[in-house]
């Protein structure tokens, strides 16, 4: 993995990004929540903000990204494990796995946000690699490679990067007195029993909300359902009158988020402060969640089983995010693939 410094920020009264952001995480929320307080509060939270989180070095393989200029952004949002890391056998990889991938498209009006889940055992090019699942990119080359192979995959620039451990949800979880969030199905896993329906979740029992896969038939896609799930769920409770007007919540969610986080040297205070202003007016019906495009599955010659990419779907797809148009590549095209809209 890649060396880490410090740098980055917050902002206005809407704390999108920051919850997406949030579940493998994000950044944009705790910008938002932010600018509700007093500017002498404001300063706390920066201070904890920046004693929390690490800055990635070197996070995008051909360099630096632009200052933000309006346009629509395209934010990588990585949810890993510290422990896989320093435990190869857990998962068979030198360099551990990323769990969790999603895109997170800013428009570039600021009115909405597509949240699109990849899943891990999509077979994908990875530069100077070949053919593989995309998580590998991960174990072979951290998070620039990552980014790369996102970027080549979908065709577009990735603006900025966020990386979350996932020990972060239950501090994140817990800092919000809890969640409650819509499982799409009943199931048992680690202990912990889960309804259709709405579930109350502290930090433990999220985790395991959002880890599991083996509880079901289909595995990766409903879990992907269920941490979009959790993170629609997260941005309800960071956006509820109850925890804006906590600040002792507020100076909670920020500490235990950051702890967890790292991102791209782009994302520092002014640039926080900037997108959750101009973000002011989303709401929780502004988040569209959908699955990249698959078409069945394979198994490579060594024995890896995987899921194919839906390449026409892709091609439409990286149209759409070009030109800032998810959203009606979503009323077209993706009626099999979203998962939960606003």
Do not use: C
């Not at 629509?72 to 857990?90: F, K, M, T, W």
């Not at 909300?209 to 038939?217: I, K, L, Q």
């Not at 640039?271 to 959750?276: H, K, P, T």
């Not at 194919?308 to 998810?326: F, G, Q, W, Y």
């Amino acid at each position: 993995m890649s060396g880490r410094r410090a740098a980055v920020r917050t902002s206005r009264h809407r704390p999108l990004l920051v919850a997406l952001l949030a579940t493998v995480g994000s950044l944009t929320a705790v910008a938002t929540v932010l600018a509700v307080v007093l500017s002498t509060f404001i300063g706390g939270l920066a201070q904890r903000y920046d004693a929390g989180r690490t800055v990635l070095d070197d996070p995008f393989p051909s360099g630096g990204r632009p200052h933000d200029d309006g346009e629509a952004l395209d934010v990588l949002l990585i949810g890993s494990d510290s422990r896989e890391r320093l435990d190869p056998q857990h998962d068979g990889a030198a360099g551990g796995r990323s769990d969790t991938l999603m895109l997170a498209h800013v428009s570039g009006d600021r009115r909405h946000v597509s949240l699109m889940s990849i899943l891990r055992d999509s077979w994908v090019d990875v530069p100077g690699h070949g053919r593989a699942k995309i998580n590998a990119a991960y174990s072979w080359g951290g998070v620039p490679l990552t980014v790369q192979t996102v970027e080549q995959l979908l065709g577009v620039r990735i603006d900025h990067v966020a990386e979350i451990d996932f020990a972060g949800f239950v501090g994140m979880t817990d800092a919000l007195g809890g969640v409650t969030v819509q499982s799409p199905e009943a199931f048992d896993a680690r202990g912990h029993h889960f309804v259709q329906g709405p579930n109350e979740l502290d930090g433990a029992a999220a985790l395991t909300f959002v880890r599991e896969r083996y509880a079901f038939p289909d595995a990766d896609r409903t879990r992907v359902r269920n941490q979009q799930a959790f993170m629609r769920a997260l941005l309800d409770r960071v956006l509820s009158s109850d925890t804006l007007t906590d600040p002792a919540a507020v100076q909670r969610f920020v500490s235990a988020t950051s702890a967890h986080l790292s991102v791209d040297p782009g994302l520092t205070f002014a640039a926080l402060v900037d997108l959750g202003w101009s973000l002011r007016g989303i709401s929780p019906h502004d988040l569209e969640t959908f699955t990249l495009p698959t078409a069945g599955g394979g198994t490579s010659p060594d024995g890896q089983a995987y899921v194919e990419v839906d390449r026409p779907e892709l091609t439409s797809l990286s149209i759409a995010l070009r030109s800032d148009e998810v959203g009606r590549w979503l009323a077209e095209h993706a009626a099999g693939h979203a998962t939960a809209t606003g």
